[in-house]
């Protein structure tokens, strides 16, 4: 990738957490072009990762900040713009589900973990974009990025209750990338990434077998955290003005496939087994 894609740019990262993150590869590389930015995450988060480490590898520094929380919000923002003035990026990489931490079935959810779930993994977009609107803290041509994943268009067993969050989660960034867009010339997009070993992807019922599904079915194979980083960056430079409003699918191909040669030869298999039909 060139050099200094990002050079006297200026963000927010959410949702670093440890080295498995991908917001954690994201903030490498974008201290790597030349950015400048916050990170942020929620109190409790900031107890159990090492998100200080990053901030000192990329010489910046931590705003806690829960995004379900209007105030934090708020103060995160104008702290921003006091240090950088008008922000040319931001990056939205969140989401928790506590029915799939308590690995309860999607006919079987608890309501009050799934108004958590959309809270966490979807409405904090909202707020996160309605603030920053609310105090202009966006320069024109710039970009806002959430992390999706194509369980918003298609059944996968075990992501339950995360998927109507994806789902909702894409449609506020059609909805605020044409207000924001047509206002102030802000940018906003979701990248459907393949599954990620990440440290709340690794919560996911049944992550390795379809890690292992999906990079059979991908011509190209799955894509990688340090190559979703990279594919952010593109979106936050000067090289994708005039992408917005899109579902854009880092995934190596799966989302357009039915059946690959390498996942019929392994399902194939499982009829030479002694218990195959």
Known sequence: MPNDLLKGKKGIIFGALNEMSIAWKVAEKSYEQGAEFL?????????????????????????????????????????????????????????MSPNVRKKLTYDNLNYDFYHKTLDISALSFHKVIAILKKHDAMKEWGSIVALSYVAAQRTLYGYNDMADAKALLESIARSFGYIYGREKKVRIN?????????????????????????????????????????????LFSDLTKKVTMQNLYHDGGFSSMGMSLKAMTQYEKSFDSPDGD
């Open 39 to 95: 990170l942020t995450n929620t109190p409790v988060s900031m107890r159990l990762g090492t998100i200080d480490e990053l901030a000192a590898k990329c010489n910046t520094e931590v705003i806690p900040a829960d995004a379900t929380s209007d105030e934090d919000l708020e103060n995160l923002v104008i702290k921003a713009v006091e240090k950088y003035g008008k922000l040319d990026f931001v990056l939205h990489s969140i989401g």
């Open 190 to 234: 979701t990248i459907s990434q393949s599954p990620t070993l990440t440290t709340a992807g690794s919560g996911v019922k049944g992550i390795d077998g379809l890690m292992d599904f999906t990079d059979r079915m991908s011509p190209l194979g799955n894509a990688t955290a340090e190559e979703c980083a990279d594919y952010c960056i593109t």
